[in-house]
T-cell receptor, first 112, second 114 residues
Framework: GENVEQHPSTLSVQEGDSAVIKCTYS??????FPWYKQELGKRPQLIID?????GEKKDQRIAVTLNKTAKHFSLHITETQPEDSAVYFC???????????FGQGTTLQVKP | EAGVAQSPRYKIIEKRQSVAFWCNPI?????LYWYQQILGQGPKLLIQ????????DSQLPKDRFSAERLKGVDSTLKIQPAKLEDSAVYLC????????????FGQGTRLTVV
């Protein structure tokens, strides 16, 4: 069935360093790839997304890259800050149906 | 813009009891989702509605779970009877078709089955 694998499960970085989270997906029909940030006890919040007709997208300190051939996509956070600490989820799905399959999540800890 | 509203926020029930969760999506969002998030895992899609029709319920345990969205707006998710493994956060989300900005989540209902 459809599957999204996310790595690493935990990531600890020093403030100011970069963080990279990687995901692979199985359904080649997927054309929409959002990333969500979930702070403890709160709802997942969309932070950035990318569509299959684009290879890279950037928004201030965060960027996403997509390799459709290899079926993988990544989240890059530069100049990390303590408030970036949270669980990050990737997802893959269809912009037509709206169906999203989520990865297992990455717990990011940014140490001051 | 008001967000996705869910209630209750917390619920504790004994196994074999029944429970219902309510969701009110963002106004104008035709697509509504119910996700189950077990501690330490990503959200798992249970059911997706487009207006009042079911688009995908392939992961819904239909022997005990049911959901409806009768008027194409609010939705309820019911579990009857509950099992210990149903303990999780139940998240409701909504989006517009052919979403331009993804799905927006509610705060969730944390269910504990004892």
């Amino acid at each position: 069935g459809e599957n999204v694998e996310q790595h690493p499960s935990t990531l600890s970085v020093q403030e100011g360093d970069s963080a990279v989270i990687k995901c692979t997906y199985s359904d080649s029909a997927s054309n929409y790839f959002p990333w969500y940030k979930q702070e403890l006890g709160k709802r997942p919040q969309l932070i950035i997304d990318i569509r299959s007709n684009v290879g890279e997208k950037k928004d201030q300190r965060i960027a996403v890259t997509l390799n459709k051939t290899a079926k993988h996509f990544s989240l890059h956070i530069t100049e990390t800050q303590p408030e970036d600490s949270a669980v990050y989820f990737c997802a893959a799905g269809s912009s037509n149906t709206g169906k999203l399959i989520f990865g297992q999540g990455t717990t990011l800890q940014v140490k001051p | 813009e008001a967000g996705v509203a869910q209630s209750p926020r917390y619920k504790i029930i004994e196994k074999r009891q029944s429970v219902a969760f309510w969701c009110n999506p963002i106004s104008g969002h035709a697509t509504l989702y119910w996700y189950q998030q077990i501690l330490g895992q990503g959200p798992k899609l249970l059911i997706q509605f487009q207006n009042n029709g079911v688009v995908d319920d392939s992961q819904l345990p239909k022997d005990r779970f049911s959901a409806e969205r009768l008027k194409g707006v609010d939705s309820t998710l019911k579990i009857q009877p509950a099992k210990l493994e149903d303990s999780a956060v139940y998240l409701c989300a909504s989006s517009v078709p052919r979403q331009k900005r993804g799905a927006f989540f509610g705060q969730g209902t944390r269910l504990t089955v004892v």
